[in-house]
């Protein structure tokens, strides 16, 4: 009994500094043009270099178009990834979702109509997932056009953008879609960076002519209200925001999609932006998604698989 009691004390150390020191990897959502194969993957342990792991790891069956644009992942503090995506580029009223534990087996998809009560919504694009540590909950927020309901300038009334989001704690019960921003001209691809309790930034694209260009605007909790928007920090033709954070670092990666390249604007407090794009570097092809973390271990059997594919293409 001495024995088994000095063996127990011992075990529950090895096994708490063993799930302690486990290392954490970041790895990055996107898609391939054209969007028709599903879910690619790179991995990175610093943020700065990118490394393809490939796809499709999921491939789209839901929506009238079948693809899957700006996949945005989410790790639940279960442990589970949850997914969602565009699933159309006109015409659907909803977006789809799947969820994972490993990466690599998913889910059924399932196709979340979250606009459906307004059949004359053009589209629904670019849906953002963002779990609210304190409440225990989802947030997803996506862009949609209403026509002849919003303020517009030159663009058109099927092309003249707002946000929406919906609540979720299961992914199973959504509470009903609500208008989640009108700053009073064309909005999408936002993206909810929390900086600490009851301090938010919204990383958001004005979607107007001239414009098209990222800027950021700043609120007390993740639904709003957002206040002070900024003058824009990119060049135009900027889309797609995610936002990586290091230390006291935030780290702005978006798509440049005229000059056809990968960005990334660093920042300390949203207010003043250095451009690192050089220093930085993406598979070819890199599109739209986010950055999330996981486990080295589920890295590592991703790379596996990745090999093999390889391999496999190669005989």
Known sequence: MRILRNIIPLVLIILFFGCKNEKQVYLFSTFREPADKGLYLAYSYDGYTWNDLGGAWLAPEVGQQKVMRDPSVVKGPDGTFHMVWTSSWRGDLGFGYASSKD????SEEQFIPVMAYDTSTVNVWAPELFYDDEKDEYIIIWASTIPFKFEKGQEEERNNHRMYYTITKDFKAFSDTKLYLDPGF???????????????????KDNTRPERNIKVAFGNTPLGPWK?????????????????????KYLIYYDSYRDKTYSTQLTTDFEIFTDISDEVSFPEGHKHGTVFQADEKILNNLIKISEEKKEEGNE
């Open 103 to 106: 990466l690599v087996n998913w």
């Open 186 to 204: 064309s909005v999408i691809d936002c993206v909810i960076v929390k900086r600490g309790k009851g301090d938010y930034v919204l990383v958001l």
């Open 228 to 248: 002070n928007i900024s003058e824009p920090f990119t060049d135009n033709f900027t889309e797609g925001p995610t936002v990586l954070r290091l230390g006291d």
